[in-house]
T-cell receptor, first 114, second 111 residues
């Protein structure tokens, strides 16, 4: 495994639910990322945190709310999602946000919005 | 025009064949070029990276970058069924924190 864990691995939620995705990295990295992966599409960067500070919000709808309490943990809070938000959500980490070619990914959370 | 173009395949080859994958890109500022491998139900894992132009070899894998043509390639020699996966190209500029990904090419190596 890559040293980046994500829970839950699968999540089914209704459009009115509130849920959270959790990511933890055990690599001593300082940057963490959320990506969305939809079928046949490139990975879409959602958020970047560098030393716990958010450095990128890639025009993500407010129904997705990230939280980074420390450099090892990253959350994605979800509320009032839409069916088109169904996708694989991937967390990644890297030593720092600059020169980020070496990103390590978790296994992802497969989200289905009903 | 997409920033990174990658043929989604799928690509099916017999065991032992050479697998050839490629991506084209439009941003001339890209300096780091990566190949990630993603098995089903797993996250992507970094396979190889190359800085600027040139070739890099690692075992059965060879990565090539031609910046003049904005074209990168990955070759897998003596392919094995365990190489069956989706291969994603990615690239970034120096000091960038954002990686630009291709959509991925799904490869199946038949035993």
């Amino acid at each position: 495994e890559t040293g980046v864990t994500q829970t839950p691995r699968h999540l089914v939620m209704g459009m009115t639910n509130k849920k959270s995705l959790k990511c933890e990295q055990h690599l001593g990295h300082n940057a963490m990322y959320w990506y969305k992966q939809s079928a046949k599409k490139p990975l879409e960067l959602m958020f970047v945190y560098n030393f716990k500070e958010q450095t990128e919000n890639n025009s993500v709808p407010s129904r997705f709310s990230p939280e980074c309490p420390n450099s090892s943990h990253l959350f994605l809070h979800l509320h009032t999602l839409q069916p088109e938000d169904s996708a694989l959500y991937l967390c990644a980490s890297s030593p720092a946000a600059g020169g980020s070619y070496e990103q390590y990914f978790g296994p992802g959370t497969r989200l289905t919005v009903t | 025009q997409k920033e990174v173009e990658q043929d989604p395949g799928p690509l099916s080859v017999p065991e032992g064949a050479i697998v050839s994958l490629n991506c084209t890109y439009s941003n001339s500022a890209f300096q780091y070029f990566m190949w990630y491998r993603q098995y089903s139900r797993k996250g992507p894992e970094l396979l190889m990276y190359t800085y600027s132009s040139g070739n890099k070899e690692d075992g059965r894998f060879t990565a090539q970058v031609d910046k003049s043509s904005k074209y990168i390639s990955l070759f897998i020699r003596d392919s094995q069924p365990s190489d069956s996966a989706t291969y994603l190209c990615a690239m970034s500029g120096v000091s960038d924190y954002k990686l630009s990904f291709g959509a991925g090419t799904t490869v199946t190596v038949r035993a």
